[in-house]
């Protein structure tokens, strides 16, 4: 399970806390106990056969469950230890998870966390994470979900600079005709696509412009040196309102959505240690 979920010996080794020797040795024996290849090796990569998967995706979840009980007796201690890994866009990460944790890691040494930003939808399970953040409304119905942040609201908003060339926006149909900020999304490579809504009517529009970006600061960067508009959090440029360095335009068709959520399998018994992370991440507001 280590190799193929690592995709490498050496890594697999250093996880396990063994030699990579012993650890070939003990696949080549498991193979021909088996009378089955369960890795192809390559000089670049290691993964698993057709007969490797099978067993990954049977015998991997059994694995896990044990492991998950283990952790649980940890529960035992006066503390609760262990890692806890999460995943989570840019946004969340900075303005949800990161708060939080000055203010519980000093009382838990023994927990670690681990955030990985990502912007994809990522299967938590499949990827062995102990839980992700995303908006409600992106949550699937089958996971347990924790608010943890109020609700949100978008901006669209330029430098005064950018506004002494081009005319502001009445309408969001207005921005095809302006320098926007794009963001690339990681799924599909695709560009995201402004969304707007105003009085029940949904509207979303495909924008163009010089920059193209997959991370939010450099978003804000771009708009405040005045090189186009950008769509942006509204918590992340409040600041800049209020001094006059950005302008805000079409507020009256980005009204507030479900804000942040953690999520996680409701098959999963919850470590000791992810359920202290979850009730200092609580949205309690």
Request: with cysteine; net charge positive.
């Amino acid at each position: 399970m280590a190799v193929a979920r690592e995709c490498s010996f050496t890594r697999a080794a250093a996880k396990l806390g063994v030699s990579q020797s012993a650890l070939s040795h003990t696949i080549r024996s498991l193979e021909e106990r088996l009378g089955l290849r369960l890795l192809t090796r390559t000089t670049r990569r290691v993964a698993p056969t057709e007969a490797g998967e099978r067993l990954l995706r049977t015998v991997g979840p059994r694995f896990d469950e044990i492991d998950a009980e283990l952790a649980a007796l940890s529960a035992l201690r006066e503390k609760p230890a262990g890692t806890v890994r999460i995943t989570a866009g840019e946004h969340a990460a900075y303005a949800i998870l990161w708060p939080a944790l000055p203010k519980l890691l000093p009382h838990y040494p023994d927990i670690k966390v681990e955030i990985i930003i990502d912007y994809g939808l990522t299967d938590i399970v499949a990827e062995h994470y102990d839980a992700g953040v995303r908006l409600g409304e992106q949550v699937a119905k089958d996971m347990i979900a924790v608010r943890i942040g109020p609700d949100m609201r978008m901006a669209v908003v330029g430098a005064p600079s950018y506004f002494t060339r081009r005319p502001q926006p009445k309408r969001p149909q207005d921005l095809t005709a302006h320098d926007c900020i794009n963001l690339r999304l990681p799924t599909y490579g695709g560009l995201y696509v402004w969304e707007f809504e105003k009085r029940g009517r949904e509207l979303k529009v495909r924008v163009e412009g010089q920059l193209v970006f997959n991370n939010l600061a450099m978003r804000l960067n771009a708009a405040l040196a005045g090189l186009g508009l950008a769509y942006l959090p509204e918590d992340q440029v409040k600041t800049h309102l209020a001094d006059g360095a950005l302008i805000r335009v079409l507020a009256d068709w980005c009204p507030p959505f479900s804000g942040y959520h953690l999520y996680y399998p409701s098959r999963r018994q919850p470590k000791p240690a992810f359920a202290v992370l979850v009730d200092a991440l609580r949205y309690r507001g």
